[in-house]
């Protein structure tokens, strides 16, 4: 039996720099948090915006929080198509070559020239459970999903550390694909 990990499903939404924030709800403003996430000081917050590609706009996605250095949108592959944006499978945080959108918020517009990312799936582990599990930050490993439509996902990235907490980061394609409800587990498989 190998090591058990819960899978969190991450819909589309969108990580903004302070520079970003301040266009978008106004100079100063303060992410407002409505639901603190499984990772260690991140939380989904009250703001919304619309992502604006070249073929369609997706309206009211969540920002998560705190602020970035650097803003980050994150689309699943079939969110992207359909706003006309080609994203590439990317760690978080690598977002150089990649394409960019039109963000809308209440106060403002921001241009993006690069930023949108269809994230790569990864498995979050804090030292102990990391060791538990016989991986490391960095490591590449494949998981298995049971269950009517069970599959195996190889190449997921572990991201391991003290700001991590033992969850699984699949997009909504990826979890539709398997079949993943709100309570779906998986096995990491080395």
Known sequence: MGYK????????????SQKDLDVLFGKGH????TKDLVQPGQ?????KVDIVGPKKTLTGIRVLGPVR?????ELALTDARTIGIKAPVRESGKLEGTPGCKLVGPCGEV??????????????LNDAQAEEAGV???????????GE???IFDNVLVRAGAKHEKEVHL?????NAAGCGPDAVCEIIK
């Open 5 to 16: 990990v819960n899978i969190g499903l991450s819909n589309k939404h969108v990580h903004l």
């Open 30 to 33: 303060q992410l407002t948090p």
């Open 43 to 47: 939380f989904a917050s009250e703001e």
């Open 69 to 73: 250095p650097e803003t980050q949108v």
């Open 111 to 124: 241009e993006l020239d690069h930023g949108v990312i269809a994230a790569l799936r990864h498995v979050h």
């Open 136 to 146: 490391k930050d960095g490591d590449w490993v494949s998981i298995k999903i049971e």
């Open 149 to 151: 439509r069970g599959l």
């Open 171 to 175: 997009d909504t394609d990826e979890g």
